[in-house]
């Protein structure tokens, strides 16, 4: 069976692999030091760090920015089809700086192309951008949308950004324009409603919390119903909670439907058509759970797989999904969902070209 | 049943994960503090991750937030990948109510002949 696996993090080795990639005066403060990148306020718990502990090069040091590890662990012995490059260096969550947060981004993108979206024709690309420059990030997106493997916009969820507010309007703009997806990932800067919790255990249940707003978000801000060519990828947000969320939106715009006319379709039909979860985390249910929640969902079309490498909580491609589950199911949600979403041709690897016309 | 030697007993120490494999079947070896040996199959029982990149740690325990004791160094495998915990004392996961899953480690007779580990499969 083909497989696409939505959600797989490449990385960096280490900040200063952007400086071949940045501008002055940005250049000569990332290679001096002025900026030591991200760091997540808190200490996994896991015995890899965060990563998985058997991500190792060859020398037997913990690596997560080798492309040779990531084929030889993930992309040969799974047999993926395509893989999904989702990054985990998100700009937006500087705060201030736009110009350097923008620089990074662009100089991400750039380090990825080369290091490791050209090694690798499985790999599906998402453009990285600082969201809170929509301009310039739609700047950002028609430059990279040229790329034939650039197949989406990546939306990191931070703590204070909720993407249907109408100041984002030129990313979406910019993502429709060049016939790219929209996908949402978690960052360490993502929160609950009451923050992170006071442990990584509480931290990591609160994940899913911080993507139902950006659904709610979009919806009712009218953004399904603006870009009717965009589909919106949650990633690792969970997806047991949606039904809840579309039987809450629909009740909510029965009855308030007046504030909101712009929207124009019950908000569950919109989910149905044009929104995917990816499974990763699975919560470890019986394949008859799994049924009860497509059958909540209303389709079979909405769920796709992922894997997190090298993450440590990775989803194995031959055991996360339960083998009894319908088979005609099972395919969908491993491969037919995802490659709906990304038009990908169903008998052909090459990626189209549908970049900026 | 067949005898088959392992590794060598100077090999294992407790703390420390020594993988081996009989046939293509991967195990891992460990010594708990007691001076035990245990044996047992070398992939998680959850979802497959290979053990030989686990940790062998102690186990937290508290009846207070905030407040870890840490004990029994040695005789708590983690895996690599989720860090799911099983105790090495009777190849259980830690975590109770785990009964719907396959959470137990497949622990093999394993004897200690001179200088050799023997796994009884």
Redesign the interface.
Known sequence: MRIIDTDVHESFSSLTDLVPYLPEPYKSWIAAGAWRGFSQPFAY????NGN???V?SADGSASVSDYSVMRAQLLDPYNLTYAVLTGYFYPTGLKLQYGLATALARAYNDYVVEHWISKDKRFIGSIQINARDPEAAAREIDRMAAHPQMRQVMLPVVDDIAYGHPMYKPIFVAAERNRLMVAFHHTTFAQGPYGMG?HYMERHCLIPISLMPQVISLIANGVFDSYPNLRFMILEGGFSWLPHVMWRMDREYRQGRVEVPWIKKLPSQHCRERLRLSTQPTE?I?SGDWMKLIDLMGTDDILVFSTDYPH?????P???IPKAIPEATREKIIWKNAANFYELDMHDKTIPNQAAE | MAKHIVCRFDELDVGKITPAKIGRTPIIVSKLPSGQVRAMGGRCPHQGAGLEHGCISGRTESEAPNELAFCDYGETLRCPWHGFEFSLIDGRSVVPGTGHLPMKLRLFDVEVEGDDVVVTI
């Not at chain 1, 718990?45 to 890899?48: F, L, V, W, Y």
């Not at chain 1, 440590?312 to 194995?316: H, I, L, P, T």
């Open positions: 718990t896991s015995p890899g998985r502990a058997d190792r006071l470890d019986s440590f909580d990775f989803d194995d031959n055991a996360a």
